[in-house]
């Protein structure tokens, strides 16, 4: 797919933003997939040391940094998708404008 250049002096590749959109969700699942792997474990030293203040504070830091990353990895995937969708929308426009006049290489 060729570039789209703007009147405000950018270009466009479509696929190459595709692609990014692509690595971002592929990232995004990843960080999911860490956090699920750590908090079995983790969940285990909490149990071994119950009772004791750390392992209280342990729990409580670990749910707190997995609600966090996991929501990263929400937005992370939410710009994802939307990157796809922009390449999308702009491989449309130019199919749309190429439509309009007569398609590439036609006079």
Not at 16 to 25: D, I, L
Not at 40 to 57: K, L, N
Request: charged letters at 25%; glycine letters at 20%; a negative charge.
């Amino acid at each position: 797919m060729a570039e789209l250049s703007g009147g405000a002096g950018f270009r466009v590749v479509p696929g190459e933003v595709r692609a990014a959109g692509v690595a971002a969700q592929e990232v995004a699942g990843r960080v999911v997939e860490e956090v699920r792997a750590v908090g079995g474990p983790v969940e285990g030293v909490v149990r071994e040391v119950r009772g004791w203040q750390v392992g209280e504070a342990l729990g409580t830091c670990t749910h707190a940094w997995q609600e966090l990353l996991n929501g990263l990895a929400a937005e992370i995937d939410r710009g994802g998708r939307k990157l796809a969708e922009s390449a999308g929308a702009y491989q449309a426009a130019e199919a749309g404008v190429a439509g309009d006049f007569g398609g590439p290489g036609r006079r």
